[in-house]
Structure formats: C-alpha cells, structure tokens
C-alpha cells in the first residue's frame, strides 16, 4: 500500500441507509448484489450505495458510476469533493440513487474513483422478474 493511494473497504448496494449522526455509525438494511424489473426499460426503486476507504490525506474528488455493461453506457455518475483527516481515517460514502432506468436485464459495472482513479469495482445485476 502506498501512502496517499486510497484502499477500499466496501462497495454495496442497500435498500435503506441510517446514519446516525451522534455516533457516526451507518445502518444497512436490505444489501443485495442485483435488482429485478417486470418488463425493460423499467425504472428503478429508490437506494443506496455505500462505500468507505482509507489511507488518503487532504482534499480530493469521488466519482460513482454505474456503467451498463453490454452498451457501456453511463446510467448514473455521482461525484463530488471529499476531504480527509489523515491515511488512518475512514472515509464513508453514503450516496442515494433515485431515477435510475433500467435498460435492459444484464449485468452493470460499478466503479468508484477517486482523483480519477480506480479503487473498487463490483457488478450490480439487472434481472427480470420470472414469469409465472
């Protein structure tokens, strides 16, 4: 690990986020790895996606984007500025999606960057509801 290169700890998708403000602590409720639609394109019930990391000291700028793979199109980015204490520090990212569409079922790509660079990726899965 290089000091000022950000290590990620987590990358997840959750239907209700609580922080609780005097103690700091976050409460996840409903993590999953995909979402299902009843017919494309849908749009997508409001939730959250939670990422934390370290070992970044100083000012510095996020991005998250959710990249549908089989097009690679961009379905949603959300940046902003963040700024740490120090590399012992964790930082925490608690980012609401709304209005998010849904193209088709298929797997997405879903990336945090900061300063324009990598540190974590995951897959979110698009799926469609069974058919009875």
């Known amino acids: 690990m290089t000091k000022g290169e950000a290590v990620g700890i987590a990358l997840l998708f959750c239907d209700y986020l609580i922080d609780e403000k005097n103690s700091n602590k976050k409460t996840l409720a409903g993590v999953f790895s995909g979402i299902y639609g009843k017919k494309f394109p849908s749009p997508c019930r409001p939730f959250w996606i939670y990422a934390s990391f370290t070992n ?10 959710i990249v549908f793979e089989k097009t690679k199109n961009v379905l ?16 925490e990212l608690a980012l609401p999606v709304n209005n998010l ?21 995951r897959t979110l899965y698009l799926n469609e509801v069974p058919k009875e």
Do not use: R, Y
Request: glycine fraction near 18%; proline fraction near 9%.
């Open 101 to 121: 569409m849904l193209p088709e079922p298929g797997p997405c790509g879903v990336t945090l960057h900061i300063d324009g660079t990598t540190i974590m990726n």
């Open 76 to 91: 949603l980015s959300i940046g902003g500025n963040l700024t740490s204490k120090g590399p012992d520090g964790v930082i």
């Open 56 to 65: 970044l000291e100083g000012e510095h700028t996020f991005a998250v984007n």
